[in-house]
T-cell receptor, first 112, second 113 residues
Framework: AQSVTQPDIHITVSEGASLELRCNYS??????LFWYVQSPGQGLQLLLK??????LVQGIKGFEAEFKRSQSSFNLRKPSVHWSDAAEYFC??????????FGAGTTVTVRA | EAGVAQSPRYKIIEKRQSVAFWCNPI?????LYWYQQILGQGPKLLIQ????????DSQLPKDRFSAERLKGVDSTLKIQPAKLEDSAVYLC???????????FGQGTRLTVV
C-alpha cells in the first residue's frame, strides 16, 4: 500500500541548533516529493520540492532536503533554527497526477 | 498576486445541520482541490476539479458531502447533514494545469457540536 510516514510527531529544538525532520515513503515508483509548513491558523506553504535531478534540494527559509532512493527517504534539514520556524511540517508525495498524499506531520517547538 | 481565498474562516454548527464553504482560487489556476485536515493528521484529498469537471472524488463521502465548481472558477463544498467526525479544517488549493505546485488557502475550521 502507498504511504507517507513521518516518524516524529513532535520535536523540540533550541534556537540556533540544527533541525532534521524525517520522511519515508512507500510507493511503487519514485514519486514527486514535497515539504510543506503550516503555521498556526495558516494554510500550507511549500518549502521545497523534488522531481528529479540533484538529490539535494534547496528551499525557502534556509531549508534543504535530501532524496535518498535507497532509503525511500526525503529528510528536511535546517542548519540553524529561528523561533519563527516553530510550526507543523508536512511531507507529501504525488505521482504524475500531482495529487498530494500527506504524512501526519511533525510539530516543531523552538525553545529560547 | 492574490492567493487562494476561503470563507468563512470558522464555523460552528450542530450535528445534522448543513454547512457550505467557499473557495476562490488563484486567477488562471484550472485545477482546484478540497482537502480535509482532521486534528493531528495530514490533509486528505476530498475532490479534485479540472476547470469545472471532477477529476477525482473517490475520497468524498458522497452521502453527505457535495462540491461544485461553477464556471470553472469558484468552488463550494457542502456538508449535509454534518456529523461530529466532520470537525476538521477544510483546505482549498489550486494549481496550474501542469501541476508542480499547489497553493493553499488558510482553510475553514469547522466544529460540529
Amino acid at each position: 500500500a502507498q504511504s507517507v510516514t513521518q516518524p516524529d510527531i513532535h520535536i523540540t529544538v533550541s534556537e540556533g541548533a540544527s533541525l532534521e525532520l524525517r520522511c519515508n515513503y512507500s510507493y511503487g515508483a519514485t514519486p514527486y516529493l514535497f515539504w510543506y509548513v503550516q503555521s498556526p491558523g495558516q494554510g500550507l506553504q511549500l518549502l521545497l520540492k523534488y522531481f528529479s535531478g540533484d538529490t539535494l534540494v534547496q528551499g525557502i527559509k534556509g531549508f534543504e532536503a535530501e532524496f535518498k532512493r535507497s532509503q525511500s527517504s526525503f529528510n528536511l534539514r535546517k542548519p540553524s533554527v529561528h523561533w519563527s520556524d516553530a510550526a507543523e511540517y508536512f511531507c507529501a508525495v504525488a505521482l504524475n497526477d500531482y495529487k498530494l498524499s500527506f504524512g501526519a506531520g511533525t510539530t516543531v517547538t523552538v525553545r529560547a | 498576486e492574490a492567493g487562494v481565498a476561503q470563507s468563512p474562516r470558522y464555523k460552528i454548527i450542530e450535528k445534522r445541520q448543513s454547512v457550505a464553504f467557499w473557495c476562490n482560487p488563484i486567477s488562471g489556476h484550472a485545477t482546484l482541490y478540497w482537502y480535509q485536515q482532521i486534528l493531528g493528521q495530514g490533509p486528505k484529498l476530498l475532490i479534485q476539479f479540472q476547470n469545472n469537471g471532477v477529476v477525482d472524488d473517490s475520497q468524498l463521502p458522497k452521502d453527505r458531502f457535495s462540491a461544485e465548481r461553477l464556471k470553472g472558477v469558484d468552488s463550494t463544498l457542502k456538508i449535509q447533514p454534518a456529523k461530529l467526525e466532520d470537525s476538521a479544517v477544510y483546505l482549498c488549493a489550486s494549481s496550474l494545469p501542469t501541476g508542480s505546485e499547489a497553493f493553499f488557502g488558510q482553510g475553514t475550521r469547522l466544529t460540529v457540536v
